[in-house]
């Protein structure tokens, strides 16, 4: 058998070593605490799964739905005029994606010949870079360091490096470094892309978790984003869709354009039972996303708490379902650090490592345990790390 050359640019690599010592610990009876995958674990709303499961009980919802509904259209466009101000056509400027990951894995096909540059942010979520990988890209790292409170420096991108880009990714509330940008950032960020004929995605997926009070806002709010990019928004994290998959690309037509016509080659639309569930979760209350908040922030201070009690200084996230930590002095890399926890801890987290190579020095924990597994995790490095 002979397989594409692409498929070299991917492996499992530090995971699939992780998760073979977690898979010995668990053989041997050992319960590990998983902080490593962000797979939120806070439902919908009652009325949100309720619908979904009407719907599924209708025979006629199991055709292919082809594409999205008028009404799921609907929703999202009110939901952004309501959430953020911006007015977005259900026509033209907003298609659903079966969440945001596979937007990410697929929009650089519709913008990307081979060969083509794409600028990427690190550390950074992976599928960010791979997806620019899968059509060919190559790819320039624009570094989000401590010292800059992790916000990318666009003046600092070599001019030769701008000139060539085609397209580049951004994402703040940030994973995994939970920064989140000021007002100025998006103005930089579009007239960089102008001035270099750059489309801009900005992933959008955290903006309903900030915990300092103030509310998150959308790229598309900034005079002139849709002349440049559009954004993608995400209902796994804010009205807990994460297994469902429903997400959306919004903004500039004529990106929209092609990303629904590549969808409308590779898939057949969102199953008509989770559109209805999506409409109902679009509409709910406001009242549902202050919980979840409320849920993370308790789950924050539980660990954050019990790990800086433990010795381990650790600031608390300013936003999103992560917390991006220093590796302690004498603890070597970020892998090795990973693998004494899940060795001696019962731990596992996710090595800075894997998000890029600005991500070295640190570890990513994910809040996908409750308040009570929180303090437990703290509990348990505080008796088994000397720091």
């Known amino acids: 058998m002979k397989f594409a050359k692409r498929m070299e640019n991917f492996g499992e690599g530090v995971f699939a070593r992780l998760a073979a010592i977690k898979q010995e610990k668990i053989l041997s009876g050992v ?32 055709v292919y739905a082809v594409t ?26 907003v298609c659903s994606l079966y969440g945001s990951q596979e937007g990410l894995s697929h929009i650089a096909l519709t913008l990307i010949d081979d060969g083509d540059l794409t600028l990427v942010p690190d550390p950074c979520y992976p599928i960010f870079a791979d997806g620019a990988k899968l059509a ?42 939970t920064a989140v940008a000021p007002a100025d950032f998006y103005e930089r ?6 001035r270099n004929d750059i489309v801009v995605l900005h992933d959008n997926a955290y903006s309903e978790l900030i915990f300092d009070g103030s509310r998150g806002s959308s790229f598309l709010s900034f005079d002139g984003a849709k002349d440049v990019g559009v954004e993608f928004n995400s209902l796994s994290k804010t009205y ?24 409308s080659n590779v898939d057949y639309g969102l ?64 892998e090795e650090f990973v693998k004494t926890l899940l060795e001696k801890s019962n731990v596992l987290m996710t090595p800075g490592s894997a998000f890029g190579p600005s991500g070295e020095g640190f570890v990513r924990m994910a809040l996908v345990q409750t308040a009570d597994t929180m303090k437990k995790v703290a509990a348990q490095i505080k008796s088994t790390i000397q720091f």
């Open 240 to 263: 807990g869709f994460a297994g469902a998959r429903v997400g959306f690309c919004l903004g500039n037509r004529e990106v929209v354009k092609r990303v629904k016509l590549l969808k």
């Open 271 to 334: 199953f008509l039972p989770i559109q209805k569930a999506a409409i109902a979760a679009l509409r709910s209350p406001q009242e549902v996303i202050d919980k979840t908040r409320a849920a993370y922030i308790e789950r924050i201070d539980a660990l954050i708490d019990g790990l800086n009690a433990a010795g381990w200084q650790v600031d608390k996230p300013k936003a999103t379902m992560f917390v991006w930590a220093l590796v302690p002095e004498n603890f070597g890399t970020s």
């Open 136 to 177: 060919g890209s190559k790819i320039f790292f624009m570094p989000q360091l401590k010292e800059h409170d992790y916000i990318i420096q666009l003046d600092k991108i070599p001019k030769d490096i701008a000139a060539r880009a085609k397209f580049m990714v951004v994402s703040y509330p940030n994973n995994p470094t």
């Open 189 to 194: 960020l579009i007239h960089f892309a102008k």
């Open 31 to 62: 319960e590990v605490i998983d902080l490593s995958i962000g797979a939120p674990n806070i439902p919908p709303p009652a009325h949100v799964m309720k619908v979904l499961a009407e719907e599924a009980l209708k025979p006629e919802n199991y």
């Open 68 to 93: 999205d509904t008028r009404e799921l259209l609907k929703a999202a466009s009110d939901w952004y005029h309501r959430r953020y101000g911006v007015e977005i056509d259900p026509v033209s400027e």
